[in-house]
């Protein structure tokens, strides 16, 4: 089954500066990849997802991440953190042929003013 | 597309009684999903529906829980004989048929406590 490390539980960036968030996973061939964002009291929101093609997707609110199927990786990136993006990230695999997904434990992301 | 929602925001119950969560996902998505979130950790899977059948059940998902979505419509999680490990998050969430898990939409979940 596939499977998800979210090797940094806690990030503090200050306010302007870029961000990056690691994911690898573990799955035999090419997964599906998602980023979702969870603020306090809300539910999961979906940033962005890859399922094929180019492996440099953009997402909503100026995040992007990058599929490296060489390093198992699908990292998230934003180039200027804004107050606002404080959260919990996490990123989730699933599997094309089963309905299984699965999510890391989250990365908790505090924005320094 | 009112969004995923779910009842009760919260619940508060005593170990041994028995409890129900109510989910209604967006109106034209086949599946429908609900995980277990706790502290610190990432939701965890516990079940689908495609429409009104359920074809997949996690280990976790023991004899004292149960879901059903009679209509295909709207789903319903019963815990039986609360203890006090299943304080948790529980999160539905929606899709369409797709060949795979989908983009899932979720609900703000309900919190259970279990005292």
């Known amino acids: 089954a596939q499977s998800v490390t979210q090797p940094d539980i806690h990030i503090t960036v200050s306010e302007g500066a870029s961000l990056e968030l690691r994911c690898n996973y573990s799955y035999g061939a090419t997964p599906y990849l998602f980023w979702y964002v969870q603020s306090p009291g809300q539910g999961l929101q979906l940033l962005l997802k890859?399922?094929?093609?180019?492996?440099l997707v953009q997402g909503i609110k100026g995040f992007e991440a990058e599929f490296k199927r060489s390093q198992s990786s699908f990292n998230l990136r934003k180039p200027s953190v804004h107050w606002s993006d404080a959260a919990e990230y996490f990123c989730a695999v699933g599997a094309p042929r089963n309905n299984d997904m699965r999510f890391g434990a989250g990365t908790r992301l505090t924005v320094k003013p | 597309d009112t969004g995923v929602s779910q009842n009760p925001r919260h619940k508060i119950t005593k170990r041994g009684q028995n409890v129900t969560f109510r989910c209604d996902p967006i109106s034209e998505h086949n599946r429908l999903y609900w995980y277990r979130q706790t502290l610190g950790q990432g939701p965890e899977f516990l079940t689908y529906f495609q429409n009104e059948a359920q074809l997949e059940k996690s280990r976790l998902l023991s004899d004292r829980f149960s879901a059903e979505r009679p209509k295909g419509s709207f789903s319903t999680l019963e815990i039986q004989r609360t203890e006090q490990g299943d304080s948790a998050m529980y999160l539905c969430a929606s899709s369409q048929i797709s060949g795979g898990p989908g983009e899932q939409y979720f609900g703000p979940g309900t919190r259970l406590t279990v005292t």
């Open positions: 890859y399922f094929s093609g180019d492996t």
